[in-house]
């Protein structure tokens, strides 16, 4: 219990010496590019926060409630994003398929918001599940494709990103689109079809309660079901568990297709919570950023909300700096691209020392010192 505790402690001290170091290293880079690098660098790492400020009669008022938001928004797409990937991670698949699964459940919920009139909380109900099967039914592809015909899963899902996004596009373009805009998007969506704000100035939504539910749903999935054991353990040795009866090609589909539904419900929250209608871009490139935030959590749902609340910190703490200081939209995203780069192979630093430590093990030094008896 004790050495357990002491490897726990160690690995804390580790990740937050590796945080400061890279927001050192952040630190560094805007001094070469910025007239005023404190406070160009504080918008950065303070922007998201909200700020009291002191009134002249003596009373306080709270600042930035709305950049605040922004963080929780982005958090909450970047966390059903992660937790998505983080399913098909562990039973060492690697999909690149959440960016598409994203594009169809915001159709699929865009449809069901825009053509089935209800009561808000049905109305609402149905279109998530909408948005989650049909995530389902996208991952579900390239699960079979890998499972039965052995297809490379980073190029179907890549291939099926193309083909659900110029799909999105050709029927909200064709179809959906509401002409009398200046825009290509549809009309908005009727009030019982938007997710109701919780937090007053802000655009955060019951999608907050919606991803906490998530979290534990899969959290319970891969710790305490059958389904959640198979997948952990085709993760660690796909051999065993064709050994151990697993049905390997039976979890490997499965597998892909419940982390699309994750990602179709973050297609729900951009459409249905943020822009309330369908537009021809919802949020470019984001189902990719999925990926950092499960390598971060190192695919462990419990710690997908921790990495996802950063990682949105960093998104914001960025765009924050770029709009309020004089370095440049290209540098803030190397320096975003450099911190999240340096913390991820933070996983490399204990693959050295033990490799350091095989090396200087007592057997190693002998099979040295014989190798050097056998030259001589």
Known sequence: MKTTRRQITLEIVRIVLVVLLALLLGFFITTLVSDDPVGAYTEFLTGPLPKISINDDGGWQLRGVNRFGNWIEDSITLILLGLSVAIVFSARQFSLGAEGQLFLGAL?????????HAPAVIHISLALIAAGAAGFVWGLI????????????IVSTLMLNIIAIQFYQFILTRYMRDFTAGYIGTEYFPETAVLPVVIPGTRVTVALFITIAAV???????????????IRMLGANRKFAEYGGIKVKR???????????LAGLAGTHLSM????????SLSPNIGFEGIVVALLARNDPKWVPVAGLFYGYLRTGAQIMERSSDVTREMVLVIQAIIILFITAERVLPLIQQWWQRRRSPEAILDSVEGV???A
């Not at 979890?251 to 539904?261: D, N, P, Y």
């Open 108 to 116: 699929a919920a865009g449809a069901v918001s825009l053509y089935f």
């Open 142 to 153: 390239p699960g079979a494709l890998k499972a039965y015909l052995n297809a490379d899963e």
């Open 216 to 230: 534990v749903a899969v959290w319970f999935l891969m710790s305490r079901m059958p389904l959640g054991y198979e």
């Open 251 to 261: 979890v490997i589909t499965l597998s892909m297709a419940i982390s699309g539904i």
């Open 273 to 280: 919570g943020l822009l309330k209608q369908l537009t021809l």
């Open 373 to 375: 008896g056998d030259v």
